[in-house]
C-alpha cells in the first residue's frame, strides 16, 4: 500500500519537504522528521513507497504500461508513484520543495521523479512535469543510496524483514514470477544490470542542486565505502559547496536522529539555510535579468 499525507486544502504552502520512506517503512516512523521539518518552518508530504513497488524497482520490473493512476488509486510502479508525488507537490503552489529519501525506498523515488522532471523515458500520456525543476531546491539522502549489486538477494531480504508478513509474500510472489517468466539466468542478468543502471543515475545526477548524504559506518544496509565514493564523485563534479556529507560511527541503518539528534538536526538546519539561501540569490539573479 502507498500512503501519503497530503497538504492540499490548508492553502499555499511555502516551502515543502517530501519524505519517501524506506522499505517496510510506516507512517509513524516518520513522525519525528516531520516534527523536525514543520519546527524548522516546512510542510511535509510524506510518500512510502509498498515493499512489491520497491522489489520491483530494485530489480527492474517494469509495470508502468496503460494510464497513470490518479491521486487516490494504487500505483503499479515507482515512476506511477512519482507522477503522484509531483504532482502532489505542483497541487501546493509551494515556492520551492526538498525531498528526504531514506534507504533505497527512497532513493528509487528520487530516480523516478529525476527522470520525469528531466522527460527521460516519458510515457505517452504522461503530463509534463519539467517546470517543477525551476523550485526544486535540494536532496538529503538518508541511508541512501544503497550500493546492491554485488550482493543483491541478501540485502533485498535483509530489507524485506522491515515488512509485515503479508508484503513479504506480496514481493516474493512478484520476484517468483518474474523468475519464472525470464528464467533463471535472465532474471539474474537483468537484476545485476538494474543494480548498475541505480548506481549510475545516483552518480550521475544531473540536478545541480545541494545535495546532503547522512550515513554510517555501522549501516549493514547501506555501505559505507560505496557512498563515501559517491560523495566523493558527486563532489568533484559539483563542488563541496553543493555536496556535502555527515558520516556517523554507530548509528544504524535509518536511525541516525534517533541516536544523534543534536547533530542531525543542526546539519539539516544548515543544509536548509543553504538551499533558501541558493533560492533568494537565483530570485535576485533573474530579477536582475529583466
Not at 504552502?13 to 516546512?42: F, H, P
Not at 513507497?49 to 520491483?56: D, E, I, M, N, Y
Not at 496503460?66 to 515512476?79: D, F, I, L, V, Y
Amino acid at each position: 500500500m502507498m500512503t501519503s499525507d497530503r497538504i492540499c486544502g490548508r492553502g499555499r504552502a511555502q516551502n515543502i519537504v517530501v519524505l519517501a520512506g524506506w522499505l517496510g517503512c510506516k507512517r509513524k516512523s516518520l513522525r519525528r522528521y516531520e516534527t523536525m521539518y514543520r519546527d524548522m518552518g516546512w510542510d511535509v508530504i510524506i510518500h512510502i513507497a509498498s515493499p512489491v513497488l520497491v522489489v520491483k524497482a530494485a530489480s527492474g520490473i517494469d509495470d508502468t504500461h496503460g494510464a497513470t493512476p490518479k491521486a487516490q488509486e494504487p500505483p503499479r510502479s515507482m515512476r506511477h508513484l512519482a507522477l503522484q508525488t509531483l504532482q502532489e507537490v505542483q497541487d501546493s503552489q509551494c515556492n520551492i520543495f526538498i525531498f528526504h529519501v531514506f534507504s533505497n525506498g527512497g532513493a528509487f523515488l528520487w530516480e523516478a521523479v529525476c527522470d520525469i522532471i528531466q522527460q527521460k523515458n516519458s510515457n505517452v500520456g504522461e503530463k509534463d512535469y519539467s517546470i517543477l525543476r525551476n523550485t526544486l531546491a535540494g536532496v538529503v539522502f538518508d541511508s541512501s543510496p544503497a550500493y546492491y549489486e554485488d550482493d543483491n538477494r541478501d540485502r533485498l531480504k535483509e530489507a524485506l524483514s522491515y515488512a509485515t508478513e503479508r508484503e513479504k509474500k506480496e514481493a516474493n510472489f512478484i520476484l517468483e514470477k518474474a523468475r519464472i517468466e525470464r528464467g533463471d539466468t535472465a532474471f539474474e542478468r537483468s537484476r545485476k544490470q538494474r543494480a548498475q543502471k541505480f548506481w549510475q543515475n545516483m552518480r550521475n545526477d544531473e540536478f545541480n542542486v545541494p545535495h546532503l548524504y547522512l550515513y554510517s559506518k555501522a549501516d549493514c544496509l547501506a555501505p559505507y565505502e560505496a557512498i563515501s565514493e559517491l560523495v566523493n564523485d558527486r563532489t568533484s563534479l559539483f563542488g563541496r559547496d553543493n555536496v556535502t556529507s555527515l558520516s556517523f560511527a554507530d548509528s544504524s541503518h535509518c536511525s541516525h536522529l534517533v541516536t544523534y539528534p543534536e547533530q542531525y538536526r543542526l546539519e539539516v538546519g544548515g543544509f536548509l539555510a543553504k538551499c533558501l539561501a541558493n533560492n533568494i540569490n537565483s530570485i535576485n539573479t533573474l530579477a536582475s535579468r529583466l
